[in-house]
Each structure stands twice: as C-alpha cells, then as structure tokens.
C-alpha cells in the first residue's frame, strides 16, 4: 500500500520559517519526482516545488529564494524549508509522488502564516 504522509504544519508569524516533510511508503522512492503542493479554499492547486529523481529543483515564482526542496532517499522523505513565510502562504500543503503513469498524494498539512 502506497502512503504519503507530510508533517510539519504550523502556525507561524510572518518573517518565520517552517521544514515540511513527506515521508513516503510502498514505492521505490528514488524513482519518483516528488512535488510540493499547496491549496487555499476555493482556489486551484498551485504546485510549489518540484524534485526530480536525479534531484533538479524547480519553484513556483512566488516562492523562488525563500522555499527549498532537498530529499533524503535513504528515509524516503522530500523536505521543504520554508523562510520569509508570508500571509499569502497560508494553505494546506500536500506531497505528491510522480513516475510515468503512477502519482500518489498525500493528505496534506495546514500552514498557517499569521501574527
């Protein structure tokens, strides 16, 4: 059985910082490109970041040099280092999983960003 599992969600005031983590199971996890994802209600998914299973990193503008995307293959976990948190990061953050035709998600974490 295939889980993904993130932690780390938080409130948090703006200016701070967060880490996510997805920890990943039932997959050969260095095959995968693992992506971070956040929602707001009533709003599309927005894809945050992206790691590939060679470990190419790409951003959404709206986070790029405030947002790192780093994984540990040998935990199977991707992590999110999240500085300089602003209001407008408020979401629920989700993982996903993508090989070929296979993509798996997660159930996702709430970051809050408020004073």
């Known amino acids: 059985q295939v889980q993904l599992v993130e932690s780390g969600g938080d409130l948090v005031q703006p200016g701070g910082s967060l880490r996510l983590s997805c920890s990943a199971s039932?997959?050969?996890?260095?095959?995968?490109?693992i992506g971070w994802n956040r929602q707001v209600p009533g709003k599309q998914r927005e894809l945050v970041a992206v790691i590939t299973s060679t470990g190419d990193t790409n951003y959404a503008d709206s986070v790029r040099g405030r947002f790192t995307i780093s994984r540990d293959n040998a935990k199977n976990t991707v992590y999110l280092q999240m500085n300089s948190l602003k209001p407008e990061d408020t979401a629920v953050y989700f993982c996903d999983a993508h090989y070929h035709a296979y993509n798996y998600w997660g159930q996702g974490t709430q970051v809050t960003v408020s004073s």
């Open positions: 039932g997959i050969t996890f260095w095959l995968y490109d």
